[in-house]
């Protein structure tokens, strides 16, 4: 498993300078936007963007078919494997902790040129059973410039390999009459509990009936071989409802887990460590601790997000696909890296990358598209 990002911080730094830029230009009294000097900014106001673009389902999406729902944005884009992930993984989270039907949760994708809403519909559901509030909106680039100028932040080629394409890691909530109510540092725990609160403060519905929790206990009619795979199940269930397959199903970003449990761990460091039971529920607790070799720091903590009961459930599904599921290699290999030539971005070599040959050299790439526009220029060079 893997864990939350310090260059996140790193960008969200220079961020955070344009941000505060944007906002003396905009003439807001600095020092009442700040509150109490940390991130989460709250108490602003100031009139949304507008936009048109396409959602993933192909229809129509605009400022004005939001007006009336508070919202929440974000920004990302399918081939990051960095920030990316994290943010989706934190907004997934608010999606299960705001159980209030009318607030949206919209992330902009701030690489038009590849992620078609066909692409955004796959992406979707790479995160588990997607949550109809959810909209991920593709539109022209000049659009999504003109949108992340609205919210006070850049977007832009980054100079950096291992994520190209520069995009805020702040969240923004807007309420039901297209006013930007505040800003919200996706990796502070403290900020997303203040986003919680001030979007079902913003928000004028009544929240969402939640059903039963998870329960550990069988019945008593269960006997024991039907208790742990009904365990199993609702593990499945739960892993699948908080979205870890978004990161887990992609080698690129974080470990498979399929034949992880009692193997033999290579860890950031040099370490070792046995995937047993505590293993598992000390990354799901605390990954920052347990960054797995050769993968970056991509996953949140989810100590604050899953009960003790769930983290039982989730340790019966991990530790049940090493005999369901197959194993991949032995999980103490450390992951390879190469650079993508056409875009530069770092890629994790699995399987399924993207490759080709030329000259006799192998090439690894992050996409098809890079691929593809790597073996043209290659073929037009000849």
């Known amino acids: 498993m893997h864990a939350g990002s310090t260059k996140v911080g790193v960008r969200l730094g220079a961020l955070l300078a344009i941000f505060v830029s944007g906002l003396l230009v905009a003439r807001q009294p600095l020092a009442s936007l700040l509150g109490s000097g940390r991130l989460g900014f709250r108490q602003l106001s100031w009139e949304a963007p507008q936009f048109q ?41 608010l999606e299960r ?4 039907p009318d607030i949206r949760f ?3 994708s701030v690489d038009p040129d590849f ?19 959810w909209t991920l909106v593709s539109a022209d680039r000049h659009v999504v410039g003109a949108v992340a100028s609205g919210f006070k932040v850049a977007v ?22 297209g006013q930007v109510r505040g800003a919200y540092d996706s990796t502070d725990a403290t900020a997303m509990r203040e986003l919680r609160v001030d979007a079902s403060s913003v928000d004028r519905s009544s929240p969402a009936t939640r059903g039963p929790s998870d329960s550990v206990a069988p019945s008593a009619q269960q006997d024991e071989t039907e208790a742990t795979a009904s365990r199993e ?5 739960l892993f699948a409802s908080l979205g870890c397959g978004g990161c887990h199903d992609d080698a690129r970003v974080a470990p498979s887990l399929r034949g992880l ?17 505590l293993y598992i529920q000390d990354s799901i607790r605390a990954p920052s601790r347990l960054l797995v070799a050769g993968y970056g720091p991509t996953m949140p903590s989810y100590a604050d997000f899953v009960s003790d009961e769930q983290l039982e459930l989730l340790v019966a599904f ?24 056409e875009c530069g971005m770092t890629v994790t070599v699995t399987d399924n990358t993207p490759r080709a040959t030329r000259d006799g050299k192998h090439y690894f790439f992050c996409s098809d598209l890079c691929r593809d526009r790597f073996l043209r220029t290659a073929s037009v060079g000849h």
């Open 53 to 93: 673009g396409l959602a993933q389902d192909g229809r129509p999406v605009s400022e004005a078919s939001l007006r009336g729902h508070p919202w929440i944005s974000s920004f990302v884009f399918t081939r990051c494997l960095t920030a990316c992930p994290l943010i989706t993984a934190k907004l997934r989270l």
């Open 97 to 100: 902790e705001i159980d209030r």
């Open 106 to 108: 919209v992330s902009f």
């Open 115 to 133: 992620d078609t809403p066909e692409v955004l519909r796959g992406y979707a559901a790479k995160w588990g059973p997607t949550d109809s509030r």
């Open 156 to 177: 832009g080629p980054s100079g950096d390999p291992a994520d190209p394409i520069l995009q805020t890691s702040l969240l923004f909530l807007v309420d039901g009459s």
């Open 233 to 237: 199940m609702r593990g499945r269930d």
């Open 261 to 277: 449990y009692g193997q033999n761990v290579a860890l950031e460091g040099g370490s070792t460590v046995r995937a047993n039971a």
């Open 318 to 341: 991990v530790t049940s696909l090493s005999s369901s599921e197959g194993g991949p290699e032995p999980a103490a290999t450390r992951a390879t890296t190469e650079i993508d030539p």
